[in-house]
C-alpha cells in the first residue's frame, strides 16, 4: 500500500487507461463492526461492476478490471483498517489506501480517477514535517492533518556519536580541526557555541553544533525547494543549538520539548499538529479575504465560474482555488474547444468537474482550501483566484 503523496498524485493523474474505477468506503477499526466491512465492500464491488456495464465494458472485462480489487476481501485485511478505505483500478493501475478520514460510499467510472475526497490528506497546505532530536537518534517526519510518517533522508546522521567519528576521519585526511567540510570556521558556523563552563562542556557543546549542521545540510538537500513549517522536537537544551545551524526558513520557533524518543506516534503528531494547525487557518483565512476584497471590487481574478474555472486549472492560472468536498457538478471538459458541458445527473464517462479542477490547480502549483457547503463564499459551489 503506497502513501499519499504530491507524487501518488502525480501517478494517478497521468493513468491513461480507461475506464477508470475510484471507490471511497467508511470502515471500521475495531469490535463487532468490523464484519460490516466485507458487506459494504462487495456491495460497492457490485455498483462498480452495473457502472461498467452501462458505459459498454462486457462482463469479462469489468470481472478482470475488478479482479484485483476483489482479492483485497480477506479476512487479515479486515482487521487493518482505518477510518477510511480508498481503492483505484483501471487496466495498467491497482492502489488502495487505508486513511484516516471517513467517507461516504461513493463509487465512480470515468476517464480519470477521482480524487477529491483524498484532498485534505494530499493538499499541500496541510503538509509538515517534524525533525526528532537527540544525541542517540535523529528521524524526520512528514505529516498533516491527519497522519505523520517516517521518511528517509540521505545523509541524515544517525547519531552525534556517528557525526564526531566521521569528522575525525576527515580532519585526519584534511588536517583540518573543528571545521565542517567545505567551510572556514568564521565563514560557516557564525553562532558558534561559547559556553561559560569546562573546556569540557564547551567541546561537548561544540560538537553538538557540529552535528547539528550536519543534520541541517541534509535537511536543506531534501527540503530546499519546499514551504512547509519545520518542527523540532527535542530536550531544551538541544533546540536552542540546532537553531543556531538551521538554514532551512520554515523552522517554526515553538518545538516540542522533551525526549521524543517518549513519545509514540500519535503523541508526537498530536504534539506537532497543535503546534502548525494556527498558521495554516490563517492561511486560509488570508486567502479567503483576498478573494472577497478582489470580488468586492470587480476584479476578472476573483471568479466562481465553474465553466471559466475548469479551463483556467488546466491551463495553470488558478492560483488559489476553494471548493466544497461535498459537493459534486458532474459533466465533462472538451480539451480541443475549451468548453464546460455540465449534467444535472451524472451521465456515463462524466467526471466530477470539482475534482478536475482541484486535482489540475494542485499538479500546477496552486493552493486548494476545502470548505463546507454552508461555508461556500457568496454561497457558490466552487471559486477561484486567477494568477492573471
Request: aromatic share 8%.
Amino acid at each position: 500500500m503506497k502513501l499519499l503523496s504530491i507524487d501518488e498524485l502525480k501517478t494517478l493523474v497521468a493513468n491513461p487507461e480507461h475506464p477508470c474505477v475510484s471507490m471511497y468506503m467508511h470502515t471500521h477499526k475495531a469490535g463487532s463492526e468490523i464484519r460490516q466491512n466485507p458487506i459494504r465492500f462487495k456491495n460497492l464491488v457490485r455498483e462498480a461492476e452495473e457502472r461498467l456495464n452501462a458505459i459498454g465494458i462486457s462482463q469479462t472485462q469489468a470481472a478482470n478490471l475488478l479482479t484485483p480489487v476483489m482479492e483485497l476481501d480477506k479476512v487479515d485485511f479486515w482487521e487493518h483498517q482505518d477510518q477510511g478505505l480508498v481503492i483505484f483500478s483501471s487496466q495498467n493501475l491497482f492502489r488502495y489506501y487505508s486513511v484516516p478520514i471517513e467517507f461516504p460510499e461513493l463509487v465512480v467510472v470515468g476517464e480519470q480517477f477521482h480524487l477529491k475526497p483524498l484532498l485534505h490528506l494530499i493538499n499541500n497546505d496541510g503538509n509538515f514535517y517534524v525533525l526528532a532530536l537527540s544525541q542517540k537518534k535523529v528521524r524526520i517526519f512528514a505529516g498533516t492533518a491527519h497522519s505523520l510518517h517516517e521518511i528517509q533522508l540521505e545523509n541524515m546522521p544517525n547519531s552525534l556519536a556517528d557525526t564526531l567519528m566521521e569528522d575525525e576521519l576527515q580532519k585526519g585526511i584534511q588536517h583540518r580541526i573543528g571545521i565542517t567540510r567545505g567551510a572556514t570556521a568564521s565563514a560557516q558556523h557564525p553562532g558558534s557555541v561559547h559556553g561559560q563552563g569546562s573546556p569540557d562542556r564547551e567541546k561537548h557543546e561544540e560538537d553538538i553544533l557540529q552535528f547539528c549542521y550536519a543534520i541541517d545540510g541534509a535537511i536543506h538537500e531534501k527540503l530546499r525547494e519546499e514551504k512547509a513549517p519545520l518542527v523540532l522536537a527535542g530536550v531544551e537544551y538541544l533546540l536552542p543549538i540546532y537553531q543556531q545551524a538551521n538554514t532551512y526558513p520554515h523552522l517554526l520557533i515553538e518545538g516540542i520539548t522533551g525526549n521524543p524518543e517518549l513519545l509514540n506516534l500519535r503523541e508526537l503528531h498530536d504534539q506537532a499538529w497543535r503546534i502548525v494547525a494556527p498558521s495554516f487557518q490563517e492561511n486560509k483565512k488570508a486567502a479567503i479575504a483576498l478573494y472577497n476584497q478582489l470580488a468586492g471590487e470587480g476584479n476578472s481574478k476573483a471568479n466562481s465560474d465553474i465553466k471559466e474555472i475548469i479551463p483556467a486549472a488546466y491551463y495553470h492560472r488558478v492560483d488559489y482555488l476553494f471548493i466544497s468536498v461535498g459537493e459534486h457538478k458532474w459533466g465533462k471538459f472538451n480539451l480541443e474547444t475549451t468548453t464546460v458541458d455540465l449534467h444535472t445527473e451524472a451521465e456515463a464517462d462524466d467526471e466530477d468537474m470539482l475534482d478536475f479542477a482541484a486535482v489540475h490547480t494542485i499538479l500546477n502549483s496552486g493552493k486548494v482550501y476545502t470548505i463546507k457547503s454552508q461555508e461556500m463564499l457568496n454561497e457558490a459551489t466552487v471559486a477561484a483566484i486567477f494568477r492573471y
